[in-house]
């Protein structure tokens, strides 16, 4: 089904995840490595991986400029940060450096399935605790966040306007999808026509640089 490369230290850990995708990923293969260099050997003997799940602090990493070498090494592979890691800077960072999400160890393995889902589906994936404090960290931490301008806001239909406001929340595609009662496949939609209209690159980029909409005030017009 999938490729996946677990590349942690812990040797428990790695046990836990691969015992989490092989639950909720019946039939996908599942690669082990325990620092940078053999996580870098990897990925050049196999460019097929769809995801590799990788541990912030395992030799090798100095952390996000493990992140880095990788991301340069294998660009056209999903990679998402597995850590012990909650401080938001740092989640933001990682992101800002190309991650796809960010999943913390102390995540339920619920949680963690849906994580990986998601991130298998192209979206990207953030503890909705971040999404939601982002705002109060970039003024604690000095992390910039770019701002749409009112125009670009306005060339948002409100139903695009609507999907944004949800994703700000934190909510998936098919959360809103349920929210909105509209099908999955046109939250898709609108969620590339919000990103193409508002010039950002990822679901990332444009939820940070949102955070401080007045979505009433867009949806009175």
Sequence with gaps: MYKILIADDHPL??????????????GSEVMETEDLDSALALTRNHDDLDLILLDLNMPGMHGLNGLMNLRNEAPTIPVVIVSAEQDKQVVLQAITYGA?????????????TEAIEQIL?????????????HKST????????????????????????LVLER???GD?????????????????????????????HNRVQAILSAGDIDFAAYLRR
């Design 13 to 26: 850990f790695r046990e836990a995840i691969h015992n989490v995708i092989s639950d909720g990923f019946p």
């Design 100 to 112: 796809v999400g960010f999943i913390t160890k102390s995540s339920p393995r619920k949680q963690m």
């Design 121 to 133: 589906n192209g979206n990207v994936y953030l503890p909705s605790d971040i999404i939601r404090s």
């Design 138 to 161: 970039t003024r604690r931490s000095g992390y910039d966040a770019p701002h749409f301008a009112p125009e670009l806001l306005q060339a948002l239909t409100r139903k695009q306007l």
């Design 167 to 169: 994703m700000t929340k």
């Design 172 to 200: 998936s595609n098919k959360q809103i999808a349920y929210s909105l009662a509209i099908a999955e496949t046109t939250v898709k939609a609108h969620v590339s026509a919000i990103l193409r209209k508002l010039n950002v």
